[in-house]
């Protein structure tokens, strides 16, 4: 391990590299090396033609992984979502480097794939949308098909269809931590979030790349706990202490550092929220959750109003919220700093997070939508002309029990469409999944069925028509029509108890021995 500057850290990185970064919104964000490979570009032209991979969206809107939005910097940018990155998002949408978007979770695995000199990822994940080689392949723009290599392939096995997630190679591995040792030896103590630190590192080092980490603060040896060492000091190269912590290496977008990112509390503690149309939605979504659920919820308004609702009801505890980045509990944060909890009982790695997912671990998510059409098709990924990306949406509505849709029918933007724009989540593989799938809004609720949308309830004030005449397709109609619960809309709700599911984990294995 040799100590550096940002200058001579960013000369270490050849022209044409393929980098791996770390991050998630802000968190885990080395902004000092970022800002050091824009500014060195823009003064000598290097580095440049760079593959630069990211597992999550990197942003606040401004800084972040918008300092690679900068033409000839990067010719291909990999990666699952570019939603809170306006400059990054304009750059691939009018074609000035490659855009090429896997699923979050995918990326994620890839990493531990690469170290372990495997030849990719094999998973279900990604059938049907956009990323199935036989649609897009994940290529959202045009220098793409033309350009950039195949990242995913079908693989035929027993007679189902399978995506491979290939393998590459990692020139340049860059992430952060709060203390680094005289041994390079790290440790994330500060940080709200793990995320894929040691997997970049051990993928760039077993490439025979270098690795890079933007440190907080400089300790001495020995001063870190050998179980609290994130990343061993045999995997980095170059250890960047970070010039301005308090701008470059800020916990979250909104704090330097806050505790309440990475400690525990009592539900006493748990905040809630302000009456809203969002927070109907967020309130009649939890009712068709189980005591016991383990959930994950995605950004925008499930982000913004699950937590809460169960705080209001006090049903806190009878639900396990996740965020995929790798928190347990807590209420998450919203917005810029979506990815973190105040108050989580745990913080995993990321790819162990989509482990889980993947694996059939969630009994439900909320999820955001930007277009819904006839057949339950749902679009994210490409709004308005926008190139967005998916983030970790693939990954988790292809994989949990119940997938239940939170949007608004009021903003600018039609909701229902006949066809949808993109093809993030396909209803006809939530299908072939046996997956249950909702949509709620703050007028109705719908449900997938094999003919596709079938509304089944509507708010108390409301007329049927007042609801059909606002979607341009038909729908089928449950009869007679339930009602949404009246107190949902009320600044007030009174309390009620989640049920419980029938049959147990344990039950079930006693029955099977």
Not at 185 to 214: F, K, P, T, W, Y
Not at 312 to 329: K, N, P
Not at 368 to 374: F, K, L, P, S
Not at 399 to 422: I, P, Q, T, W, Y
């Amino acid at each position: 391990m040799r100590l550096a500057s940002v200058l001579e850290a960013v000369a270490a990185i050849p022209d044409g590299a393929t980098v791996a970064v770390d991050g998630f919104t802000l968190m885990g964000v080395a902004e000092a090396l970022y800002e050091g490979i824009e500014e060195s570009f823009r003064k000598s032209g290097h580095p440049r033609d760079l593959v630069i991979v990211h597992a999550a969206g990197q942003s606040n809107r401004k800084i972040g992984f918008e300092h690679f939005a900068v033409e000839g910097l990067a010719k291909r940018i990999v990666g699952s979502h570019w939603g809170l990155m306006p400059r990054m998002s304009a750059f691939l949408g009018n074609g000035l480097a490659e855009a090429v978007c896997l699923p979050q979770g995918q990326l994620s695995s890839l990493y531990r794939a690469i170290a372990a000199g495997r030849p990719g990822n094999l998973t279900r994940i990604g059938l049907g949308t956009f990323v199935d080689p036989r649609i897009e392949a994940g290529k959202v723009n045009q220098p793409a098909r033309d350009r950039a290599p195949d990242y995913v392939a079908i693989e035929p096995i027993d007679g189902q269809d399978f995506m491979f997630y290939r393998s590459f190679k990692i020139d340049v591995g860059i992430f952060r931590a709060s203390s680094v040792d005289q041994d390079g030896n790290c440790a994330h103590d500060d940080e709200a979030v793990m995320l894929d630190s040691l997997s970049i590192a051990q993928a760039a080092h077993n490439s025979r790349g270098i690795v890079i980490c933007q440190a907080k603060k400089l300790v001495q040896r020995g001063s870190i706990p050998p179980r609290q060492v994130t990343v061993p000091g045999a995997l980095v190269d170059l250890v960047v202490q970070a010039p301005e912590p308090e701008r470059q290496h800020r916990q979250t977008d909104r704090t330097v550092f806050d505790p309440v990112y990475i400690s525990a509390a009592s539900d006493s503690q748990l905040p809630t929220a302000p009456f809203s149309t969002r927070l109907v939605i967020g309130r009649r979504a939890i009712r068709f959750l189980h005591r016991g659920d383990v959930v994950n919820i995605g950004t925008g308004i499930p982000g913004d109003t699950v937590g809460p609702a169960l705080a209001e009801a006090g049903l806190a505890d009878a639900i396990t919220l996740t965020v995929e980045s790798g928190v347990y509990g807590g209420v998450p944060a919203g917005g810029v700093d979506f990815g973190i909890t105040a108050h989580p009982t745990a913080i995993i790695s990321h790819a162990s997070q989509f482990d889980f997912y993947n694996g059939g671990g969630l009994d439900a998510t909320f999820m955001g939508a930007g277009q819904v059409d006839r057949d339950g098709n749902v679009n994210v990924s490409r709004l308005g002309g926008r190139v967005i990306g998916a983030g970790g949406f693939i990954d988790i509505t292809q994989s949990a029990r119940l997938v239940c849709f939170c949007f608004s029918l009021e903003g600018r933007n039609e909701k229902f469409v006949s066809r949808v724009d993109h093809l993030t989540f396909s209803a006809d593989q939530a299908r072939k999944n046996q997956q249950r799938v909702l949509y709620v809004t703050e007028r109705a609720v719908f449900s997938l069925e094999a003919s596709g949308l079938r509304l089944i309830e509507i708010a108390p004030s409301l007329a049927l028509d007042d609801v059909l005449g606002q979607i341009p397709f038909s729908v089928t109609v449950r009869q007679p029509v339930a009602r949404m619960p009246e107190d949902i809309f009320q600044p007030a709700i009174r309390p009620f108890e989640l049920s419980t599911r029938a049959a147990g984990k344990i039950q079930e294995f006693s029955k099977g021995r």
